[in-house]
């Protein structure tokens, strides 16, 4: 086309009219040598069909021919109206940073572009390395490319429910957006945190307006900041990653640090929604994508993204550095339980209503007490006795000796298709392992059976005020995990053998310092959700609670009592946490909810390879357990420990995993892409590798190779 429209001398525009030309060896540039003259008139008037000296000179003018092109980029307002378009006429060698250079001159428009940069939106992607030429992106006349700033405004919204506009990177990856934001928020740890987008549901969109009406506030970033520090910048010790203590101080006048008032019953009704497994899978699978950035995965400016904690692994959670940490983690588990995310019992809703009602009487009186208990800890000593115990050869904890006990426990061994019948045994727990006999005078022979608790789970089964003490125990097997029930007689025995379980199953024996620590740890969440009044004391005021009680439980609950008996349970709850400071009641909240049996499971619809059903696949921190979608029941668990490697067939959207003893899963998912699975799995992994002797700069490769890669990872 270029050579027909370029004019050769003796020659016409007919279409049969043809150069001779030859190219060079890359193929880059054309020599015309000629023409082929066609049937039109002109060549029969005596014209020369030769190369006079003349038409020579001019054709060694015109040698080359014409490479280049007109490009048409978008260049963003900054008042929001239509993108102006600009022409450039450009060659495909030209590099990319050479054409925002000729696209700023065209412009002239005198402003700072240095945040400026290519998108092209057919492709989805930021032009960002700018030595590659516009012939190795693979850039044509007929690329829509936009120059645009790279950082925009987002809303976030915070795990209290606040909805907060600030300024975030588009084109860097979100695991690296998330870090900035964490920055500027000042909540550490930033990689147990990420950005999560609701699944739009057209028959809900205007329930969902409804349920944001009350929460429609939206905080600007820079007020917010303005409220505790106007100049000053945090600053971070580069070895231990904590704020220095010239900024600790201010720090705790950080307005993210305070708790959000409780909703009225009639708005917590609106956002109340009963959630099933399937509803839940498909609220799961809205996790962006932490390989790559904003704007490729369709987010654009002004959109409404979920800041939530994602990985339920909290490390080094430390009230004198983590008041805005602590404070979102409260508010995030407090929505789960109030919109119930996660399932509780009857006496655990009212426990966890106590300790709302007392942490928001702290937070609303003019002194509250937010480290009154809380004895100061003096870092050099901390330092001295860490030194102390590592020069004596170890820590202290670790004094590895046998240890023993036995009691009579009632325990129960569930096999399919029987009933539950309990029955009393005589257990004996030594080191890590529990043996169970028929009495106590066959202990000296052989055991009906033994069990090795080295990687099992512990799952308590406990209602204070029916006297129910139960651990249910779930031991690791080749194809999955067996089920043990043991029943105690009361609080004090409960508490023993938890902790020992709770050791053992890390490896541990009772032998170790941290096992008394664990029962009055135990002893002290028991008493917490004991409702009976301590003995002599009198009948609680109603009058005395200011507050609507509905609001510290769901909807649900409410439904189930009448107000006066729901504000007096709650106050009888009260006193068993009437002394602790605000900090200490948001740790005590924060644990109690990390004891909840089904807390941290992310649930996705899938389907096993060979199975003609769909499934529903839970993902927690330390395991993968499949459960059946029409009971709810779990069918199989596979523990993180066990694992030897797992990858992805990107090609089928298939995840492959293998485990130890020959056993391997393969499955799709439905509800979301195969890459949120394969990212909590590697993110898991990954959080699992950090300690706290390291200081706290994050492995970004080693993040992105265990959750972005197309390869096999190996463990």
Not at 98 to 106: D, F, N, P, S
Not at 309 to 319: A, E, I, M, Q, T
Not at 439 to 452: D, L, M, R, T, V
């Amino acid at each position: 086309w270029r050579l027909r429209n370029t004019y050769y001398p003796g020659s016409c525009f007919h279409p049969r009219c043809f150069p001779i030309f030859e190219t060079t060896e890359n193929r880059k540039r054309i020599r015309v040598l000629g023409y082929v003259p066609c049937e039109h008139p002109v060549h029969n008037l005596g014209i020369s069909t030769t190369l006079s000296f003349q038409n020579r000179a001019m054709l060694r003018a015109a040698e080359y021919a014409d490479t280049s092109w007109e490009l048409v980029v978008k260049v963003d307002q900054k008042d929001g109206s239509e993108p102006e378009e600009v022409k450039l006429r450009v060659k495909g060698d030209l590099h990319v940073g050479g054409l925002m250079l000729k696209l700023v001159e065209k412009i002239e428009v005198h402003q700072d572009w240095s945040d400026h940069a290519l998108w092209w939106d057919r492709r989805q992607c930021w032009l960002l390395k700018t030595h590659w030429t516009l012939d190795k992106y693979g850039i044509q006349a007929d690329a829509d490319l936009f120059y645009t700033p790279q950082h925009k405004s987002l809303l976030l919204q915070l795990p209290n429910m606040k909805t907060i506009k600030m300024s975030v990177s588009f084109s860097s990856v979100v695991f690296k957006t998330v870090i900035d934001i964490c920055r500027l928020l000042n909540i550490r740890r930033p990689e147990e945190l990420s950005l999560l987008k609701r699944p739009e549901d057209p028959s809900k969109k205007k329930k969902k307006k409804d349920m944001n009406s009350q929460l429609d506030e939206i905080w600007d970033i820079d007020l917010v900041s303005s409220m505790y520090s106007k100049t000053m910048t945090a600053t971070y010790d580069p070895e231990n990653g904590m704020p220095v203590s010239a900024t600790s101080l201010w720090f705790g006048e950080n307005p993210l640090a305070d708790c959000q008032p409780n909703l009225s019953p009639p708005e917590l009704a609106k956002m109340y929604q009963p959630l099933s497994l399937t509803d839940k899978a498909i609220n799961n699978s809205g996790w962006l994508d932490s390989s790559r950035s904003l704007m490729e995965q369709g987010i654009r400016e002004n959109d409404k993204l979920l800041l939530r904690f994602k990985y339920n692994v909290f490390f080094d959670l430390n009230p004198k550095y983590d008041a805005v940490r602590i404070t979102q983690l409260y508010e995030q588990a407090r929505w789960a339980i109030l919109l119930e995310e996660i399932d509780c019992t009857d006496e655990e809703m009212l426990m966890f209503a106590s300790l709302q009602y007392h942490i928001c009487k702290l937070t609303m009186s003019s002194e509250p007490l937010a480290h009154s208990n809380e004895p100061e800890i003096d870092e050099v000593e901390a330092a001295l006795s860490n030194l102390e115990v590592t020069l004596e050869g170890g820590h202290a904890d670790k004094i590895l000796v046998n240890t023993f006990s036995a009691q009579y426990l009632i325990g129960f061994l569930p096999k399919r298709l029987t009933l539950r019948a309990y029955k009393e045994y005589w257990f004996v727990f030594k080191d890590t392992t529990i043996s169970y006999y028929k009495n106590k005078e066959a202990a000296s022979g052989e055991p009906i059976e033994q069990f090795h608790l080295r990687g099992c789970e512990v799952v308590p089964d406990v209602n204070v005020t029916d006297k129910r003490f139960g651990i249910k125990l779930l031991l690791p097997v080749a194809d999955g995990m067996n089920e043990v029930y043991i029943r105690c007689d009361n609080e004090t025995q409960y508490a023993k053998w938890k902790a020992a379980c709770l050791l053992a199953s890390k490896g541990k024996t009772m032998a170790y310092s941290s096992y008394k620590t664990e029962v009055k740890n135990i002893q002290s969440f028991l008493k917490m959700k004991s409702l009976a009044p301590p003995p002599g004391q009198k009948a609680p005021d109603l009058d005395s609670m200011e507050m609507n009680a509905e609001c510290f439980v769901s909807p649900r609950y409410a439904r189930k009592q009448k107000t006066k008996q729901l504000t007096a349970r709650i106050l009888e709850a009260h006193h068993n946490v009437s002394q602790l400071s605000l900090m200490e009641a948001k740790m005590r909240f924060i644990h109690a909810w990390q004891s909840l049996p089904d807390f941290g499971i992310n649930y996705y619809i899938v389907r096993f390879k060979a199975s003609k059903k769909d499934e529903i696949l839970g993902i927690s921190y330390n395991r993968l357990i499949r459960t059946d979608m029409s009971t709810g029941l779990p069918v199989t668990t596979w523990r993180f420990a066990n694992m030897k490697q797992w990858n992805v067939n990107w090609e089928i959207r298939q995840v492959h995993i293998e485990f130890d003893q020959n056993v391997s899963i393969a499955f799709c998912c439905l509800s979301c892409d195969c890459k949120v699975v394969h990212e909590f799995i590697g993110g898991y992994i990954f959080l699992s590798t950090r300690a706290k002797d390291q200081n706290e700069t994050l492995d970004e490769e080693l993040f992105h190779k265990l959750t972005a890669g197309q390869e096999q990872h190996k463990i």
